[in-house]
């Protein structure tokens, strides 16, 4: 199910980019109803109201694409993605996913059973967001201030609490969440220092009385793994901890939206 509906969304990105001639930093498209099935009717409308809420778009417009009517929100991160660099190494620059991607991912999450999302590196709070659209207990981690605001004031907006958190992941104790089944998604790719970061909240996942899982981004780009291009640069990583990899989906996201491959999502988790 989910598969297919990924493999849509990509085609649907693919078709939208090669005829679009705006230009704006950033640029991602929402169905205006749903296709097939997804989202439903009522998520579609939470997708349209984080976007119409969230100051990053400037504007918006409705598009066919491929005979889906279609609502295109252009915007600009470059002052949030400057500020992002100012944090360590591990801590990547702010790249989000698309928001029918985040929520891909949410209703996956909840599909597979997890009860809390926690988003690590959670920028503007969209995967947070959309785990709460579909129906998790959303926390969001985020290390840079202004992105915290940010989160806080689109929050206030839609009416969708996220339970943000700013500072720095491995710092944070997630004894205190109340945490029964969560699932952590790591921000960043892990060949530009997302490894670290993964690392560290995955010591932290073997020390929980709780079982838990984690969503890597990866990349299907041979000149970024330099090589190694198993599980989508995260294999050093899997097996170190002897993770059970259980699933790989591709999705658009801002930094694939000129290229033909998209970003795969890998969901791990520990084995004991």
């Not at 926690?118 to 290390?143: F, Q």
Request: proline share 4%; with cysteine; charged share 20%.
């Amino acid at each position: 199910m989910f598969e297919e509906i990924a493999k849509n969304l990509c085609d649907l990105k693919n078709k939208f980019a090669k005829n679009y001639t705006g230009s704006a930093h950033i640029q991602e498209i929402i169905p205006s109803s749903p296709v097939r099935g997804f989202p439903d009717p009522k998520h579609l409308e939470m997708l349209h109201r984080f976007a119409g809420k969230n100051p990053l778009y400037s504007g918006s417009f409705e598009q066919d694409i491929a005979g889906i009517s279609c609502v295109v929100y252009e915007g600009d991160i470059g002052q949030y993605w400057l500020d992002s660099t100012k944090h360590g190494s591990s801590c990547q620059p702010f790249y989000p996913t698309w928001i029918t991607s985040a929520h891909v991912l949410g209703c996956m999450a909840k599909n597979l059973g997890y009860k809390e999302i926690i988003d690590v590196g959670s920028g503007d709070g969209r995967i947070a967001y959309c785990g709460a659209v579909a129906g998790l207990v959303p926390h969001s981690i985020e290390i840079d201030g202004n992105l915290v605001g940010l989160q806080k004031e689109i929050s206030d907006a839609t009416g969708i609490k996220l339970g943000t958190w700013c500072g720095d992941a491995l710092e944070a104790d997630y004894s205190q969440m109340n945490l029964e089944h969560p699932v952590f998604f790591i921000g960043g790719l892990a060949q530009m220092g997302g490894d670290i970061l993964a690392s560290g909240i995955i010591e932290k996942m073997c020390k929980m009385t709780v079982t838990a899982g984690v969503v890597f981004a990866g990349t299907l780009s041979k000149r970024s793994l330099s090589g190694n291009l198993e599980y989508g640069g995260w294999g050093p990583l899997v097996k170190k901890y002897d993770l059970e990899v259980t699933d790989t989906i591709t999705l658009p996201t801002v930094w694939t939206f000129d290229q033909e491959i998209d970003t795969p999502y890998i969901h791990a988790r520990l084995k004991h």
